[in-house]
């Protein structure tokens, strides 16, 4: 098993900035790569960036790039989700997963392939 727990939430004014943060303990060298999504109420969780481990390859959705970066940090077992120039849009619970097969490009967009996911931290932009 792998538990993942986020944190970096909060409010911030729009255009202003937020990094959302995901630990991971447990079995960690089962996952290959890991993600954020997000979700607002009465819509489904969204992909908004992933990270495949093998190749340092990250992958976006439209709506993140230029915008939004992931990354990783191998020691702390953390991946990090750097947001800038937010927009109301961007309000929603942001959610962390992580994926134990070694598959990257579209594999990577949809949440059915993920099989492990924290709790989820609220982020909420204000125009």
């Known amino acids: 098993q792998v538990q993942l727990v986020e944190s970096g939430g909060g409010l911030v004014q729009a255009g202003g900035s937020l990094r959302l943060s995901c630990a991971a303990s447990?079995?960690?060298?089962?996952?290959?790569?890991m993600a954020w999504f997000r979700q607002v109420p009465g819509k489904e969780r969204a992909f908004v960036a992933a990270?495949?481990?093998?190749?340092?390859?990250?992958y976006y959705a439209d709506s993140a790039k230029g915008r939004f970066s992931i990354s990783r940090d191998n020691a702390e077992n953390t991946v990090y989700l750097q947001m800038n120039n937010l927009t109301p849009e961007d309000t929603a619970d942001y959610y962390c997963?992580?994926?134990?097969?070694?598959?990257?490009?579209?594999?990577?967009?949809?949440?059915?392939?993920?099989?492990?996911w924290g709790q989820g931290t609220q982020v909420t932009v204000s125009s």
């Open positions: 990270i495949r481990f093998s190749t340092s390859n990250t």
């Open positions: 447990g079995r960690t060298a089962s996952v290959w790569s």
């Open positions: 997963a992580a994926c134990d097969w070694n598959y990257g490009g579209s594999y990577l967009y949809a949440s059915r392939n993920y099989a492990y």
